[in-house]
């Protein structure tokens, strides 16, 4: 009924094939041809009741963990039933800085793809940048470190960590964080002070481009989207909405093409 494809089971072994029918309103109607598109050496069968088989993403990431598999079919969650041919998924590096951790950003694009029925079969690399190496690598032996907020949930060990959203008393601290962070600063104690550029844009490059494409983000773009390079950033408080257009335009500007059925 209304059948296009079936997944043939006889034992261990699983084959894929592809089938014309008649055009009917009937209930039933007659198998006319049949294609093979994944014979039993080619395909392989997964149970896993975490898997929603209607998200790409997931078949995606199922596929990934059966290389040279020219066909994955999935049993999944409510014991649904489907398949991915010839996975080629997209690849998507998060760039974001930490702590806190895990990641924000990397949090909020699984959210997405994990409902994303109409995304393509993303794959999420995590690339973060941690603060405390910026502050060890260049922040010249600073025992004073000024944060944006409280809210980073950051362990500095031995160095004295104030928050600018708490309006400390000015010290001689050293800035950890963008550019947005050295305005609010000056604005309230009319003073620059030595700081660490934490902004992830900072580390958008030809190398980055060359490993990939990336999602970041940037607390001075407030709305919509900007692109560097093979980048696409999003506003520092994005919503799963933005964050889900992000991973639209950045598969669209790659020029991904895949094939739901």
């Not at 009741?49 to 995606?60: F, M, N, S, Y």
């Not at 806190?100 to 995304?119: C, H, I, N, T």
């Not at 964080?177 to 003073?191: A, L, V």
């Not at 799963?240 to 992000?246: I, T, Y």
């Amino acid at each position: 009924m209304r059948t296009r494809f079936i997944v043939v089971r006889n034992g261990t072994g699983t084959a894929l094939v592809e089938v014309d029918r008649p055009t009917s309103e009937a209930l039933f109607s007659d198998i006319t041809a049949m294609r093979l598109i994944a014979a039993p050496h080619e395909c392989v069968y997964v149970a896993d009741a975490e898997i929603d088989v209607g998200v790409p993403a997931h078949l995606a990431a199922v596929a990934e963990r059966h290389p040279g598999a020219l066909c994955v079919v999935v049993e999944g969650l409510y014991s649904h039933v489907s398949f991915i041919v010839n996975p080629r998924p997209f690849r998507l590096n998060v760039l974001d800085i930490v702590p806190p951790e895990p990641s924000k950003l990397l949090d909020q694009a699984r959210r997405v793809l994990d409902v994303g029925e109409d995304l393509p079969p993303v794959l999420l690399s995590a690339d973060t940048v941690d603060s405390r190496e910026l502050l060890d690598n260049e922040g010249a032996g600073a025992r004073k470190v000024l944060l944006p907020c409280q809210a980073t949930g950051v362990d500095f060990g031995d160095v004295n960590v104030s928050f600018l959203d708490q309006r400390p008393q000015h010290d001689d601290w050293t800035i950890l964080g963008c550019e947005r962070t050295r305005q609010i600063h000056e604005w309230f104690y009319s003073d620059a002070r030595p700081s660490i550029d934490t902004c992830p844009k900072r580390f958008l490059d030809d190398q980055r481009d060359a490993d990939g494409v990336t999602l970041s983000r940037c607390c001075l773009l407030q709305e919509g989207m900007e692109h560097h390079g093979r980048a696409v950033v999003v506003p520092w408080g994005s919503t799963l909405d933005e964050v889900r257009a992000g991973i639209q335009a950045a598969v669209a500007r790659e020029g991904f093409r895949w094939t739901p059925v």
